[in-house]
Each structure stands twice: as structure tokens, then as C-alpha cells.
Nanobody, 118 residues
Framework: QVQLVESGGGLVQPGGSLRLSCAAS????????MAWYRQAPGKQRELVAS???????HYADSVKGRFTISRDNAKNTLYLQMNSLKAEDTAFYHC????????????WGQGTQVTVSS
């Protein structure tokens, strides 16, 4: 089914910006949720942001006002625009798709490292 390929991670200074991309192969049906998760060493995986098939978005409190999740249907790509980055944003970021209907499946991207440091 669908495969996810992520890009855009790297090293950035505090206060800087970065845009993560997640390109999806194959077809994603209308009934789905797409999301970005992150996990730092020694910490639990955290849901950063999600976007549902109806277009509604949700954000973790820690990133509200700084991060924006979006998608480009023509390019079949999910994005995470990250502004005003902080050291605590340092983590390995994964994109994720959960398709609900008519078939139920999910898939994770391979992930990309984001390091915020001076």
C-alpha cells in the first residue's frame, strides 16, 4: 500500500525554522488521519500535530502557534512547518497515516532527525 518518505530534518539554531516533508506513494483514501509524531531519547513518543480527511487540524500544546501541519493533495505530500524552534523540539520526527475505511491500515515514515542547538 502507501509508503512514506520524509525529508527536511537537520540542525537549526534556536528561533530558526524548518519544514518537514512527507511524500506518500500510492493512493490515500478520503477516510484517514495524517500526523507527525516525535520522540526524543529517553522520552515517550509524542503526537505533535494531525490533520483529518475533513481538513481539521490538531496540535500539541507545546507547539501551538509555532508549528503548522498542512498537505498538498496534488503532490500527495504532508508538511510540518516549524517556526520559533526551541531546544526542546529536538527529536526524531515521523509522519504517520491511518486509513480507516473501507480498508483499515496504517503506515509510518522512516523518520528524520531535527536538532535545535546553538
Amino acid at each position: 500500500q502507501v509508503q512514506l518518505v520524509e525529508s527536511g530534518g537537520g540542525l537549526v539554531q534556536p528561533g530558526g525554522s524548518l519544514r518537514l516533508s512527507c511524500a506518500a506513494s500510492g493512493v490515500i483514501g478520503r477516510n484517514h488521519v495524517m500526523a507527525w509524531y516525535r520522540q526524543a531519547p529517553g522520552k515517550q513518543r509524542e503526537l505533535v500535530a494531525s490533520i483529518v480527511s475533513d481538513g481539521s487540524t490538531h496540535y500539541a500544546d507545546s507547539v501551538k502557534g509555532r508549528f503548522t501541519i498542512s498537505r498538498d493533495n496534488a503532490k500527495n505530500t504532508l508538511y510540518l512547518q516549524m517556526n520559533s524552534l526551541k531546544a526542546e523540539d529536538t527529536a526524531f520526527y515521523h509522519c504517520y497515516v491511518h486509513h480507516y475505511y473501507p480498508d483499515d491500515w496504517d503506515v509510518w515514515g522512516q523518520g528524520t532527525q531535527v536538532t535545535v542547538s546553538s
